[in-house]
């Protein structure tokens, strides 16, 4: 069924629907948060089949972080720079062209906010993952249609 077909016709099982995880690997893995890769894929996972699972980092990324990335079955993708527009861009794509119903944004940095605005606006429900109770972005919070912390 096509992205807007989708959105259109009611899904009666939450396990029919399908999510994009996009997680912002530098704000999320910190050491004064406590995240694991399988808690922010069982969180994806609740809303739906995980279509997409991205894990973006910078060139600082310990090669230990990659490899259990891949082992989740996490695209890891890697950037030179801040992670922030290389995740923003992806996620709008993604929800433009229909490739989930949810889109899950796993950050603490408000930048993504307009994303999740976008992703609304298409017809995408939109969830935030903030990684602890002090690693959590009210705006993010605010504009997303449903928001968990880990370890809450």
């Known amino acids: 069924m096509s ?3 989708k959105r259109l016709v ?3 099982d939450d ?4 999510v994009g995880l996009f997680v912002d690997g530098p704000n999320v893995f910190r050491d004064e948060f406590d995240v694991d890769l399988a808690d922010l894929r069982r969180v994806a996972e609740e809303r739906g089949r995980v279509a997409v699972a ?3 980092l910078n060139e600082h990324a310990p090669a230990g972080l990659i490899q259990a990335a891949e082992a989740h079955g996490f695209e890891v993708l890697t950037t030179s720079g801040d992670v922030d527009v290389k995740l923003a861009v992806d996620a709008v794509a993604g929800s433009v062209a229909g490739e989930f119903d949810v889109l899950a944004i796993a950050s603490r940095d408000m930048d993504f906010k307009p994303a999740l605005e976008v992703a609304a606006r298409r017809g995408v429900t939109t969830l935030a993952i903030a ?4 690693g ?3 705006a ?3 504009t997303a249609h449903e928001s968990v912390t880990i370890g809450d």
């Open 15 to 18: 396990h029919e629907r399908s």
């Open 131 to 134: 990684p602890g109770a002090h």
């Open 10 to 12: 009611p899904i009666a």
């Open 3 to 5: 992205g807007l077909l």
């Open 54 to 56: 991205r894990l973006y």
């Open 140 to 142: 993010l919070q605010r």
């Open 136 to 138: 959590r972005s009210d």
